[in-house]
């Protein structure tokens, strides 16, 4: 039987792997580096096992807790504590979300904590939400555009956009409405978008939207590891490929250049190449479409590790901000947002005891020096440098979006979206599609092109 190539080792190329097998597949993965899981990695910090990486997943629709669990990872599935995150406002205060509300977007824009946030003008724009027949805004192709038309400019940038930069890296005006699944369904059952965000809400309360694995989501790639190990399916590391075929792909030459590959080049190959089936689950790809390859940008991250147990650092153990805090742009601030790890997931507190675990994330790499101050300012609390016993920068670089072609099948986020819940969908849905290895010999079937799936 041919082999199925799939190209890349991070959560997609992992899971349509897995799911090929069990369709039939005879699969061998290439992985241009040196480890799996690509943006799902685990490292040590004082000697703390923590994600470097993704560190949760979005609990909408169970498609991960469902193929967690047939992984046998159910009892590993932990939640975070249930307490709202906070915002550092455009004003400089920084203030809990409020404690119903989506996305940001409020479910009372008239409450004191959405007032605190945008300021009582743009509040009372916010309650015209409430007077508007439901079908304005509901054909809004973007998140920024349905809250701009229902709730107006002030909710959209002082609050909403502000969470959406911070949990999507990118602004609700870029990011399909979609994103919120149900929210235009509800909005024109209530008629009003706050209405559809209480309704949201009553049936995922807070805390329960997003969900961890004890001991980190790396736990995942372990997993998955574990399952092609059983399966008997070669993983090759340090091997790049730089061009893909539906038939064969030709590898880079020098595996550690980080240029773009192409789809379907017509170039003379110069690397070695292998023939089967190919699927791709590598980002960095040109569009079989486009023809362009996506763009690529870069998330920085701080880690701090802060001896929290002297009287100068007790503060930071004894009132956390809820989970973390997103930041508004052009603050004093430069992270985009700090996740408070310890206080967040119970098992890092288990790991790291008399120890407090920040995360800080930023567009443009920042010194550690700059990571504590930030940290201080969007907690209000004061951590020495001689406190800090450990930090750690970690750079990601992702790729953006781009358009799938029906002549190779392609998984992963730059089609699926970003987040692990769209990755996994789609994954394993692509690998349904494809079906018995005889099937997938004509992947330029229709029936076997896959729709894109938002985050
Ligand atoms: C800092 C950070 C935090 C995140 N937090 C969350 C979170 O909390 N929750 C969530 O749901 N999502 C989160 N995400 C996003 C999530 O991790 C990604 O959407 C998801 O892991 C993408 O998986 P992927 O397999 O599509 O791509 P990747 O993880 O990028 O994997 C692609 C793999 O392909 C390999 N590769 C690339 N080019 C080639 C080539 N030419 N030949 C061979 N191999 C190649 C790469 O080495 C890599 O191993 C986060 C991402 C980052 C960076």
Excluded: C
């Excluded at 550690?368 to 209000?380: F, M």
């Excluded at 016993?389 to 970003?418: C, L």
Aim: net charge negative.
């Amino acid at each position: 039987m041919r082999e199925t190539l799939v190209v890349g080792a991070g959560i997609a190329g992992l899971v349509v792997a897995r799911e090929l097998v069990l369709h039939g597949h005879r699969v061998r993965v290439l992985e241009a580096g040196e480890r799996a899981g690509g943006q799902v990695a685990g490292h040590r910090v004082a000697g703390i096992p923590l994600d470097a990486g993704a560190e949760a997943f979005a609990t909408r629709g169970g498609i991960v807790r469902d193929y967690l669990q047939r992984l046998g990872l159910a009892d590993r599935i932990v939640a975070p504590i249930d307490a709202p995150a906070w915002l550092h406002a455009r004003t400089g205060t920084t203030v809990p979300l409020p404690a119903v509300s989506l996305l940001g977007i409020p479910s009372a824009p008239l409450s004191q904590d959405v007032v605190a946030v945008v300021g009582l003008r743009a509040a009372w724009r916010g309650m015209a939400d409430a007077l508007l027949p439901g079908p304005v805004g509901s054909t809004a192709t973007t998140l920024g555009e349905l809250v701009r038309r229902r709730m107006g400019d002030g909710i959209l940038e002082k609050l909403v956009a502000p969470v959406v930069e911070g949990i999507h890296s990118t602004h609700p005006d870029d990011l399909p409405v979609a994103v919120a699944p149900g929210l235009v369904h509800h909005l024109l059952r209530e008629n009003s978008l706050a209405r559809a965000v209480a309704r949201l809400r009553i049936d995922a309360p807070a805390g329960s939207l997003v969900a961890g694995l004890d001991g980190g989501m790396s736990t995942l790639v372990d997993a998955l590891l574990a399952e092609l190990d059983r399966f008997g399916v070669p993983i090759e590391y340090g091997v790049r490929v730089a061009e893909v075929h539906p038939d064969r792909v030709v590898l880079a030459v020098d595996p550690d250049a980080a240029a773009g590959s192409a789809v379907g080049s017509d170039a003379e190959p110069e690397g070695e190449v292998r023939e089967g089936l190919v699927v791709v689950a590598a980002p960095g790809l040109v569009s079989p479409v486009s023809g362009r390859a996506a763009d690529r940008t870069a998330t920085h991250l701080v880690t701090l590790v802060v001896d929290a147990d002297h009287d100068d650092t007790r503060a930071l153990a004894d009132a956390p901000r809820g989970t973390g805090v997103l930041v508004a742009k052009n603050t004093e601030v430069a992270a985009r947002a700090l996740t408070h790890v310890s206080a967040k997931w119970a098992w890092v507190r288990a790991a790291a005891p008399g120890r407090e675990v920040l995360r800080l994330s930023y567009e443009s790499a920042p010194t550690i020096d700059r990571a504590r101050r930030d940290a201080e300012v969007l907690l209000g609390v004061s951590i020495p440098e001689a406190r800090v016993v450990a930090a750690e920068a970690t750079t990601w670089m992702r790729a953006g979006r781009i358009e799938a072609g029906e002549s190779i099948p392609i998984t992963g986020e730059q089609v699926a979206g970003t987040g692990l819940a769209a990755v996994i969908d789609h994954a394993q849905r692509l690998a349904e599609r494809l079906g018995a290895p005889e099937r997938a010999l004509d992947p330029s079937d229709p029936a076997l092109s896959v729709e894109r799936t938002d985050p």
